[in-house]
């Protein structure tokens, strides 16, 4: 393969991984190994470079690779918000996905035991299911969104699982946070997608819903999310509190039709800088957990 060649087909990869989104994926899980063990281990460093781009590559590449025929219609395709990987890059894509994960989920296993392999499996069931076609969870309007959740959520579960944690009740009202927070991050990304999912035959939680109750649902579930907060240890009933950006950047679109539901695209714009903002200030609340607790 030329140089050129070469050096292009790695861009498309890393653009197909969507380098912005690595941290959501890599933070869940170093953060609630971290937290658990205190110490960085080698399960910590495999797990956190895992969970940062093949994992990624995994979900989001394969995704372009299936997706490809509705997204080549979507003007939004093309960039951070999903790549558009030529026929010729498909191949190429799966092949990588699926090569750059095997090595670290062997290292993996090998650390693990049977409960984190099962929870392991169901996280990469999970990835794959969205898009494989004859599964095609993206497709089911509610198990899209739930399927998303598990993509960021279940790092975070595979590490605690992997550490030896104990599932205390704080500990699952926090994860129903996450779990409730990313059904209304997907529902509401959903919305902007509308009308060409529609045009491409795609069903969606967007497209049964319809835009306007789609968002609001998207603000219920943030609601919720704050609400199981409320539950965890202190000082993680101050993170309800980081629900607010997220409705406040919805709040808008709460009465946007199917005809113009394209517009959300600048709240969906907002929400992944949003993400970065919020992503500090929790890393600030572990941190303080961490001293507390120590």
């Known amino acids: 393969m030329p140089t050129e060649t070469r050096r292009s087909a790695i861009i498309d990869l890393l653009t197909a991984s969507r380098p912005l989104s690595w941290v959501n994926t890599a933070f869940p899980f170093a953060a609630a190994y971290l937290l658990t063990t205190r110490e960085v281990d080698v399960a910590f460093i495999v797990g956190t470079l895992f969970f940062l781009v093949p994992y990624n590559l995994a979900m989001y590449g394969v995704n372009d690779v299936f997706d490809y025929a ?125 009308v060409p999912d529609r045009a491409a035959g795609i069903a969606s939680i967007a497209t049964a819903l319809g835009a306007r109750r789609t968002v609001r649902f998207a603000i219920a579930m943030w609601v919720v999310a704050g609400v199981f907060m409320l539950a965890t240890s202190w000082p993680g009933p101050l993170a309800a509190l980081l629900v607010v950006p997220y409705i406040a950047t919805a709040a808008p679109f709460a009465g946007v039709t199917d005809a113009s539901s394209g517009r959300s695209n600048a709240g969906w714009r907002r929400f992944l800088a949003i993400n970065y903002v919020v992503g500090f200030l929790v890393t600030m609340l572990l941190i303080w957990y961490a001293a507390i607790t120590a």
């Open 70 to 194: 509705s997204d080549a219609a979507n003007p939004r395709k093309g960039g951070v918000e999903g790549a558009l990987l030529v026929p010729d890059r498909h191949r190429l894509t799966i092949v990588a996905a699926i090569a750059s994960c095997a090595p670290f989920v062997v290292v993996l296993l090998a650390l693990g035991d049977p409960a984190s392999w099962a929870v392991l499996a169901v996280s990469l069931f999970a990835v794959a299911a969205y898009s494989v076609p004859g599964l095609r969870f993206k497709e089911v309007p509610f198990l899209d969104s739930l399927t998303s959740s598990v993509h960021f959520v279940s790092p975070a579960v595979y590490a605690l699982v992997l550490a030896g944690a104990a599932f205390t009740p704080p500990l699952l009202a926090l994860l129903l946070a996450f779990l409730a927070w990313g059904v209304a991050s997907h529902a509401f990304g959903a919305v902007q997608d509308v």
